[in-house]
């Protein structure tokens, strides 16, 4: 079904594998009245954290611009392995590596152990995105609106960009020259935060992979995040991960409308 779904929105699955012992993870989201949501996971263990190395199509990765991954993948062998050697290859090939740690507690076997992991590839990445609780969790209790925290805790030489995500309030962006925030996008009515961060990364990845050297460029790099909390502002406003991603018309019109 997710295979079709992809194939209907124009995503090469060229490089999908299926497993004929496994079944794929199910998440089960519990939606709050305020729109946000909890999450449990039934991975018993789930097809995708059996992905060896041998199975990962190494050509396709060469090909990429951009490498984007998350950390649940580093829970469990042997998709630890595969993930980390994908990693490698694309930072061989030149390929920007695009982290969103995702940080989901219920999956690992402890918060230290989920601190330990997400950070364990950290310095790696060239582009991350980050939420204020996830910086508040990864810093032990740093305070996620101080500019130094970030900076200091989170910054890191291999880091082009870092993005922090603040919900409806937008987003803060640091390079190694410059640093501001996007104001956020207002929605009528919240209904299902899930899908929201997903939207964003998108959004930006898409505009990155465009222009390359877009966080060389504050201007263009603001108009990106702009686009980006767009994205997320439209997601929120429907049900479900998939049906709420906007398309590219929906996002233009939408900026458009607010003038930018």
């Known amino acids: 079904m997710l295979a079709d779904i992809l194939e209907e929105n124009n995503v090469d699955i060229s490089g999908m594998r299926f497993d004929k012992n496994a079944r794929t993870a199910l998440a089960f989201v519990i939606l709050r009245a305020d729109g946000e949501r ?18 990962l199509d190494k050509e396709l990765i060469k090909q990429s611009l951009i490498f984007h991954y998350g950390s649940i993948s580093l829970i469990e062998e042997p998709c630890k392995s595969a993930h980390i050697a994908a990693m490698q290859v694309a930072k061989k090939e030149g390929c920007i590596l695009s982290y969103d740690p995702n940080l989901r507690l219920p999956l690992w076997p402890s918060a230290e152990a989920a601190r330990k992991g997400i950070m364990s590839i950290w310095d790696q990445a060239n582009v991350i995105k980050i939420s204020e609780e996830e910086i508040v969790f990864l810093t032990e209790g740093g305070d996620p609106y101080d500019d130094n925290v970030v900076l200091k805790k989170l910054f890191h030489p291999n880091l082009k960009l870092l993005i922090v995500t603040e919900g409806p309030n937008g987003c803060r962006y640091y390079t190694k020259d410059f640093h501001g925030k996007v104001g956020g996008v207002k929605v009528n009515k919240c209904v299902d935060t899930t899908g929201a961060g997903d939207a964003f990364v998108g959004g930006l990845l898409s505009s990155l992979a465009i222009n390359i050297q877009l966080f060389k460029d504050e201007k263009k790099l603001k108009y990106a995040l702009k686009f980006a909390n767009v994205c997320g502002s439209i997601a929120v406003t429907e049900r479900g991960a998939i049906p709420s991603l906007p398309t590219k018309e929906v996002v233009l019109k939408k900026l458009e409308e607010a003038g930018a």
Request: hydrophobic share 50%; charged share 30%; aromatic share 16%.
């Open 38 to 55: 909890e999450f449990m996971f039934f991975r018993n263990p789930s097809a995708d954290m059996l992905l060896t190395e041998a199975e």
